[in-house]
C-alpha cells in the first residue's frame, strides 16, 4: 500500500469539454491516487493488472486519472518536488494555492 504523500495538480473537467480544465491544487496520498483510479476502472470493468510494483501501480493510476483529456500530475513532497508543484502551478495561475499547499503541509 502507497502511504507517500504527493502534492497534485488536476482537473476532473476535460480539456476537450465545453468546460476545459479547471485545474486545482492539492495533496494526496499515493494509495487515495491508486484507489480513485480503481474505482473508475472497476465501473467500466476493467482493473489495475495483477502483479505490479508499487511504483507502477501509482504510474498506471495517475494516467488512468489523466485519460480523456483530464490532468493529473503529482509531485514528491520533498523539497525538490514541492518546488516543481509551484512552478508548475503557475502555468494554472494557482501558485498562491500551491504555496499556502507546501507551507500547510510542512508546518
Not at 52 to 70: I, Q, W, Y
Amino acid at each position: 500500500m502507497n502511504t507517500q504523500t504527493y502534492f497534485v495538480i488536476y482537473s476532473n473537467s476535460s480539456r476537450c469539454s465545453t468546460i476545459g480544465l479547471k485545474p486545482r491544487a492539492t495533496w494526496n496520498f499515493g494509495k487515495t491516487i491508486i484507489s480513485c483510479a480503481a474505482e473508475e476502472l472497476a465501473r467500466s470493468g476493467e482493473a489495475l493488472a495483477e502483479g505490479l510494483t508499487p511504483a507502477e501501480e501509482l504510474a498506471l493510476s495517475v494516467e488512468k486519472l489523466a485519460d480523456d483529456g483530464r490532468m493529473h500530475d503529482i509531485f514528491p513532497t520533498d523539497a525538490a518536488g514541492a518546488a516543481d508543484f509551484m512552478e508548475a502551478a503557475k502555468a494554472h495561475y494557482l501558485d498562491d494555492k500551491a504555496r499556502a499547499i507546501v507551507e500547510d503541509f510542512n508546518s
